[in-house]
Structures are given as structure tokens and as C-alpha cells.
């Protein structure tokens, strides 16, 4: 009987020694599917990036930034990325509106197209990660003080900052003898505020008197216009949204003036400028969708890139109404070719 029962002490002794050496071998191969598993992980449960692209109002300049960016995108990750795109018809509430729709659809960026579309997706989202492009002057935008050229939180981006020293020159260059200038802008932009007040600078170093105009909307920049060409011996106006979607009222004044405008981007210039130091907003868009590609792959984090600017200006004009307005153009100026129809 004693030997009995030790030959079934031992027994049991084995058996339980056998299991806890399987259990041990299970926990192993669920760590090793477990890591190997997060490795091959997808972006979604389809394997496709969404992206939320947020354009405050529909023109030549935000258009080719919106298409650079896609195509940017596009090129890297073929149909592997999806875009939600939405138009806020130059109004900042549907911005917001339309962000937060992003945030709730949880997408994986979101591409903020004008400075009002930034502010929208800076105030709705910390975590998403949020690229600006078309936007002049961030710290203006995003109310920080001494600007370092990062913003340190989920936003960077593009801007498409033409020198503003330059943009004066340029001035002075073809309207020597002018007098005064009329600094023509959009009280609700930030950042047109921060173009005048800067260039405003520029020009009086040169001797210029200059006087602000501001308009609220396109309700009053008719009159607000018609004031700043009765006053004015040049008029002055920077990249502004509201200006770019109504060009066709400041060329029905200022042209029957014969009071000609410098424009600070390529597409404003176009509708109602002599002249113009600009960028390409195609080539700015595709940037942008570059940084887009390093931080949906894991490259970079968003929070520790520096705000990119335009790496060419360009000094453009508008053949038809620099002739209507007998301004001479020297060599080095290029002309604006006309829009596609």
C-alpha cells in the first residue's frame, strides 16, 4: 500500500509539472502572434488613409493648393487614400461645421485650405493631425506670440508668404513717381491684416503715404474700393480670399480710374492686377501632401515640423491691363497666361 500510493504521488507530481510547462509554451506563441500582428498593421480596417480636406472658399489659388495636395497623396499612396473633401463657401462657422464632422468620422489627417479652415481645425481636433496650406502667417493665425516657425502641437502645414519687402520693391519699381497707395483688404483676415501692416512698412521706408482700406465682406468692397481709387495713385492688396472670389469689382472700378493694382498672388492679379511677386499654389499644394506622406507613414510627427514656405517667387503680370493702363513691364516679369476655360 505505501508503495502504492508514492508511485502515485510521483505520477501526479509529473503530470502537474507537464502542465504548467504547456501553459508556458501557449504564453509564449501568444506574444509572438501578438507582436508579429501589430507589426503588419493597417492604417484602417480596410488598409486605406482618410483624409478630411477643409477649403474655405472655391478659387484658382486654394483650388490648385487643393489639387497639388491630392495629387501628392495620390502619387504616394495610389487608392490606399480616400478624400473627404468639403467646401465652407467662404464662410468660418461652416469651417467649423465641417471639421467637426471630420473629427466625428475619427479620419487620419485633415487638410485645413485657407487661414479661417486652420482655425477651425486647430480649435476642433488636439490629437487628429491637422496641415495648413494657403495660410500667410501662422502665428497670426493661431494667436502665438514669438512665432518660432513651429507650433509644437498637431498643426503645421505650408504658408504662401510672397517677401513683402519684395512685393514693395516691386511696387516702387514700376510706379516710381506714385505718391500714395491704398492698402485694400478684408477686416475679417487675420492675415491680410498682418500684410498691410507689414508692407504698409516697407512702403513708407520708400517714401509712399499709404492709407488702409478695409471692407468687411463683398457687401461693401465695391464702395470701399471705389473710396480707395478716388484717393489713391496705386492700389495695394494681399493674398485675401474675399478679394480673390470678387476681382471682377475692383477691375470694373479701378480700370475706368486708371488707377492700376499690385497683387499679392498670381490668381488676384489675374482678375483685376498689373503686377504680381508670386508662387505657384499647385507646387505649395504638393508640398504639403509631402509632409501629409511622412506623417501618415510614420516618418515624422507633426508636431515637430516646421511650418514649409514656397521655395520660388516669381515676378508676373497682366498683359492686357498693364497695356489698358500703359504701364511699362520690364524684361524680367513674366505673363500671367490666361485661365482655362
Not at 50 to 74: M, N, P, R, S, Y
Not at 76 to 96: H, K, L, M, R, W
Not at 259 to 278: D, H, K, Q, W, Y
Not at 316 to 328: C, F, H, I, P, Q
Request: proline letters at 3%; hydrophobic letters at 40%; glycine letters at 8%.
Amino acid at each position: 500500500m505505501k508503495k502504492l500510493l508514492a508511485l502515485m504521488l510521483v505520477l501526479g507530481m509529473t503530470l502537474s509539472l507537464a502542465a504548467c510547462g504547456g501553459k508556458e509554451s501557449t504564453d509564449t506563441a501568444s506574444e509572438a502572434e501578438t507582436t508579429e500582428t501589430a507589426e503588419t498593421a493597417e492604417p484602417s480596417e480596410d488598409g486605406k488613409y482618410v483624409v478630411g480636406i477643409c477649403q474655405l472658399v472655391q478659387h484658382e489659388a486654394l483650388d490648385a493648393a487643393t489639387q497639388g495636395f491630392k495629387d501628392a497623396l495620390t502619387e504616394a499612396f495610389g487608392e490606399n487614400v480616400e478624400f473627404d473633401e468639403q467646401n465652407a463657401s467662404n464662410d468660418s462657422a461652416t469651417c467649423a461645421t465641417i471639421i467637426n464632422q471630420f473629427v466625428s468620422n475619427d479620419v487620419d489627417l485633415i487638410l485645413a485650405n485657407a487661414t479661417a479652415a486652420l482655425q477651425a481645425a486647430a480649435q476642433g481636433t488636439d490629437s487628429i493631425p491637422v496641415l495648413g496650406t494657403s495660410v500667410t502667417e501662422y502665428g497670426v493665425a493661431l494667436d502665438i506670440d514669438n512665432f518660432d516657425g513651429t507650433v509644437g502641437t498637431n498643426v503645421s502645414g505650408t504658408s504662401d508668404l510672397a517677401p513683402l519687402d519684395e512685393q514693395a520693391a516691386m511696387l516702387n519699381e514700376l510706379f516710381p513717381d506714385a505718391k500714395t497707395v491704398g492698402l485694400l483688404y478684408c477686416s475679417a483676415e487675420a492675415n491680410s491684416q498682418y500684410q498691410v501692416d507689414t508692407v504698409q512698412g516697407y512702403l513708407q521706408e520708400l517714401g509712399y503715404t499709404c492709407t488702409q482700406y478695409s471692407f468687411s465682406d463683398s457687401n461693401d468692397l465695391a464702395a470701399v474700393v471705389t473710396t480707395a481709387a478716388s484717393e489713391s495713385d496705386v492700389i495695394y492688396v494681399p493674398t485675401d480670399n474675399t478679394v480673390a472670389s470678387n476681382t471682377e469689382i475692383i477691375r470694373n472700378v479701378c480700370e475706368p480710374a486708371g488707377v492700376p493694382v499690385i497683387a499679392g498672388e498670381e490668381g488676384i492679379c489675374r482678375g483685376c492686377g498689373v503686377a504680381t511677386l508670386s508662387i505657384s499654389y499647385y507646387d505649395l499644394g504638393v508640398a504639403t501632401g509631402n509632409m501629409a506622406v511622412r506623417i501618415l507613414s510614420g516618418e515624422e510627427n507633426v508636431s515637430e515640423m516646421p511650418v514649409e514656405y514656397a521655395p520660388e517667387f516669381t515676378k508676373k503680370y497682366n498683359a492686357e491691363l498693364a497695356e489698358a493702363m500703359g504701364v511699362t513691364i520690364p524684361d524680367d516679369y513674366v505673363a500671367i497666361e490666361a485661365a482655362a476655360e
